[in-house]
Structure formats: C-alpha cells, structure tokens
C-alpha cells in the first residue's frame, strides 16, 4: 500500500476516488484500477479503527480498574 500514514489520508483519498468515480469520463480501465485502491484504502482505514477501538478499550478497563483498587 502506498505511504499512507493517517487514517485522514486515506479518507482524504477515498474521498477524491469517489469524486472521479461519480464524473462521467470515468472510463472503465480507470475504474477498475481506481476500485482496487478504494479496496487497499477501505482496508487500511478498517485497521486503523480496530487498532483505535481495541487502544479505547484496553484505557477503558484501566480506568475501571484504578476506580475499583
């Protein structure tokens, strides 16, 4: 995957596929090839917002924990 190093990055990019996916020159080769980045971005975000989570719930338990000691 290309040097993407925040999750704002590969929304800021997914954001421009989508643009050029909805313009009406889109051609068919580009398409695909623009599908498949799509594809690396959405899998790159769906990591970025599990490792958040599991970091949100793993400070979550220790706060709970610290509350009950």
Do not use: H, P, W
């Amino acid at each position: 995957m290309e040097n993407l190093n925040t999750y704002a990055e590969a929304i800021a990019e997914l954001e421009s596929i989508v643009a050029r996916i909805q313009d009406e020159s889109c051609e068919i080769d580009t398409l695909k090839s623009l599908t498949s980045r799509a594809m690396e971005l959405l899998k790159f975000c769906k990591g970025k917002l599990f490792e958040t989570d599991e970091s949100l719930k793993k400070l979550l338990e220790e706060l709970d924990e610290t509350k009950q000691a």
